[in-house]
């Protein structure tokens, strides 16, 4: 809730409209040394892969990201062997730019940008 009161973005729940069942969060978040390039996530529960949730939340944190907070481009990046990831960017239009090391798995993620059209 901090970020979103200083930065206007956070990870934002995802519910379903049947039942109100907590699916996961898909958002945006401050990147260190890139104020105007947030990172973009997605994180869905394994009991609701393959659903078509992710896809959803993710396009409409893009718009928003795009079209009411004017960022030009989102970064994101993945855990490497997660292919899953890797296809919704790929899907979602991100272009792979570099990899980068990530201290917390101790790998190098592949990372991606996303430019407004």
Request: charged fraction near 15%; hydrophobic fraction near 40%; include cysteine.
């Amino acid at each position: 809730m901090t970020t979103q009161e200083t930065s206007r973005i956070q990870y934002w729940p995802i519910f379903t409209l049947e039942g109100a069942q907590h699916v996961g969060c898909c958002g945006l978040r401050p990147r260190e040394g890139h104020p105007d390039v947030p990172e973009f996530g997605v994180h869905i529960a394994s009991d609701h892969w393959r659903q078509g949730y992710a896809l959803e939340a993710a396009s409409c944190v893009i718009e928003y990201a795009f079209g009411v907070l004017g960022f030009e481009a989102l970064f994101a990046g993945h855990n490497p062997e997660n292919l899953a990831s890797r296809n919704l960017l790929a899907r979602l239009g991100f272009a792979h730019t570099h990899d980068e090391f990530y201290a917390p798995t101790g790998l190098e993620h592949p990372s991606y940008l996303l430019a407004k059209a």
